[in-house]
């Protein structure tokens, strides 16, 4: 049984079709076709909550196919869903592929879910409407949302609109004309798929970004473009108007995007040593993503592995703390040009800071891993010599964002780190943009949610990549201010640092795609330097007998490996998917062609 050979049904009989995240009364049921034949009692079900349902289900082979009932009760212990004509409750139903070969084929009811994420968010499903035989309306019992308290239009001479007043004067009249609430929802970055559009306005969210794999249907430029710049509408309709800022790991190139270039990962380019070079893959990169209506890169990787079994070692340029040095910069500085207030530029963020290479083998808490989100069991005294020089240089080289590391130090996470979020980061490297979390890395300080959040954003922590339950995190961080866990002070910076970043940027006034730029997504002009990238990558181990080069006449050349004629193993991982995935998923040239 494999959770893609299956039929889900989800129901959530909370009475809140606005929840984000599973709760008591929220079900996912997972029905398997290995069900089939089998009596009531030795049915196998799955899913999240599923159970909670105490669901019945018959599961029987038919000429065509699986054909699947299931029932459940209208109360139990966890719902009591009332048998009156129009009310709602949520439903979803799923069916996955049973082909090997198309294991991600799936047929998804509700049209809100457009990225598989019903196991995650019960906001993304539809609605079942109780009906009663003989009735002539159709008007569902939805309750009406609770309506916000009536604000003050913003005056379009607002001295924050004026782009020609220094960026400090411009968050200081922005920042006094926002509500916590306001303030709370710019600290929040939410992955795109768990994201209710309407809430991007109503909950003032900050950012949204795109995890690997993250893209829309069609995975197209032209695609990309239309949903960031439909999302960033959302957030413009809001009060006060502060656009989204939207984020991707474009690692190698724009990678999640069919067609777009994609580079050699850092390892290649840390072996090609080229700073010159990897200036103009910055600059590539970051005009493709400026015509998708993407303005922020989670790169350069400025990790200095010291253990080659790291899974993420390809993600670095080398072991040498110099070279990456000089490596980042030189990328950073191509994403970012001379001025990030330019059109052509796009935000980088070095990252995971710090010490994310140095971790002990067996030192993970994290499932299986290793080495990955372990700890950096070295003293202070080398953890700055080896680790920390790479963002001392891209802080004075005009680093805005720096993200933080799932691994610990000194018997810490390092997302509760205030000594080295603060006190070095800022007060000793002078850094004064905003730091990220990394993909849930504050979840990881501690089981206590409250206390996690707390610890964050008092440690250091500007904006949270939630990424899923946005509205937990802004619920949280709401109590733990009215309660004075975290101080308005500590609020008003965390937020300031966000806007002063976003004005420096020039979203407020240039927050959506350029189209213009569309025709050099994957450009010739564009592969020229991925082709001088891939060349200068290329390491000659050992050249026995004068083999190399070969000579042109040769009668016969045996090309090997179920990698040689295959796309998508030779980009790695990052690329179109997290993990990148066998086959040919995005246009490119083989080592067989």
Do not use: C
């Not at 499932?367 to 240089?393: C, F, K, M, N």
């Not at 795609?513 to 990558?537: K, Y």
Request: proline fraction near 6%; aromatic fraction near 8%; avoid cysteine.
């Amino acid at each position: 049984y494999w959770n893609e050979d299956s039929v889900e049904f989800y129901i959530n009989a909370t009475g809140d079709l606005g929840l984000t995240s599973y709760r008591d009364g929220v079900a996912q049921i997972t029905v398997p076709p290995l069900n089939a034949g089998k009596p009531l009692d030795e049915i196998m079900l799955g899913g999240v909550n599923g159970a909670s349902a105490d669901a019945q289900v018959q599961v029987a082979n038919t000429d065509t196919g699986y054909a699947v009932e299931m029932a459940i009760p209208l109360k139990n212990n966890v719902w009591n869903i009332q048998r009156e004509h129009g009310n709602v409750i949520g439903f979803q139903v799923h069916l996955n592929s049973a082909s090997e070969q198309d294991r991600n084929l799936k047929v998804i009811w509700s049209l809100a879910d457009k990225g598989d994420t019903s196991y995650q968010n019960p906001a993304v499903f539809g609605q079942l409407i109780f009906f009663e035989i003989g009735q002539s309306d159709v008007v569902a019992a939805v309750p009406e949302p609770t309506p916000g308290p009536e604000r003050e239009a913003v005056p379009a001479d607002a001295p924050y609109k004026n782009p020609d007043l220094p960026v400090d004067e411009r968050v200081a009249d922005l920042l006094a004309r926002m509500t916590l609430a306001d303030k709370i929802g710019q600290m929040t970055l939410v992955e795109k798929n768990s994201i209710i559009p309407d809430d991007i306005a109503a909950r003032g969210i900050g950012g949204l970004l795109s995890g690997g794999g993250g893209y829309p249907t069609p995975n197209t430029p032209e695609a990309w473009a239309e949903m960031v710049d439909d999302f960033q509408a959302y957030a413009l309709e809001s009060p006060l108007a502060i656009p989204l800022i939207y984020g991707v790991d474009a690692v190698h190139g724009h990678n999640n995007v069919q067609g777009a270039v994609i580079f050699p990962h850092n390892i290649g380019l840390g072996a090609a040593n080229d700073p010159a070079l990897m200036a103009q893959i910055g600059r590539v990169t970051a005009l493709e993503m400026i015509a998708t209506g993407i303005y922020w890169d989670y790169a350069p990787v400025v990790a200095v592995p010291q253990d080659i079994r790291w899974g993420r070692t390809y993600e670095a340029y080398g072991e040498n703390t110099d070279l990456v040095t000089a490596l980042a910069v030189a990328y950073m500085q191509g994403l970012q040009g001379e001025d990030l207030a330019a059109p052509d530029t796009v935000l980088a963020t070095p990252k995971h800071y710090v010490g994310d290479g140095g971790t002990a083998w067996g030192s993970s808490t994290t499932g299986s891993y290793q080495l990955d989100q372990g700890v950096t069991d070295v003293d202070e005294a080398t953890l700055r010599a080896i680790h920390l020089p790479p963002y001392a240089a891209v802080i004075e080289a005009g680093s805005q964002n720096i993200m933080t590391s799932y691994s610990s130090w000194d018997g810490l996470k390092m997302h509760a780190q205030q000594y080295l979020m603060t006190d070095v980061l800022r007060g000793e490297l002078g850094f004064d943009g905003f730091i990220v979390s990394d993909w849930g890395g504050v979840d990881q300080i501690d089981n206590d949610y409250y206390t996690a959040v707390v610890t964050a954003v008092n440690a250091g922590i500007d904006m949270n990549m939630v990424p899923y339950d946005y509205n937990r995190f802004i619920a949280t961080l709401t109590q733990a201010v009215e309660d004075g866990a975290v101080s308005m002070e500590r609020i008003d910076e965390a937020v300031a640092n966000i806007l002063k970043v976003k004005f420096e940027m020039g979203l407020f006034e240039r927050p959506y795609s350029d189209p213009a730029l569309l025709p050099l997504v994957g450009s010739e002009e564009h592969r020229a330097v991925a082709r001088q990238a891939v060349a200068e990558s290329q390491v000659l181990l050992k050249n026995d007998g004068d083999l190399l080069p070969l000579a042109k006449d040769l009668p016969l050349l045996l090309v090997g490996g179920e990698a040689a004629d295959d796309i998508g193993i030779q980009s790695g991982g990052w690329t179109i998917e997290w993990q990148g995935k066998p086959g040919n998923i995005t246009p490119g040239t083989t080592i067989l062609q």
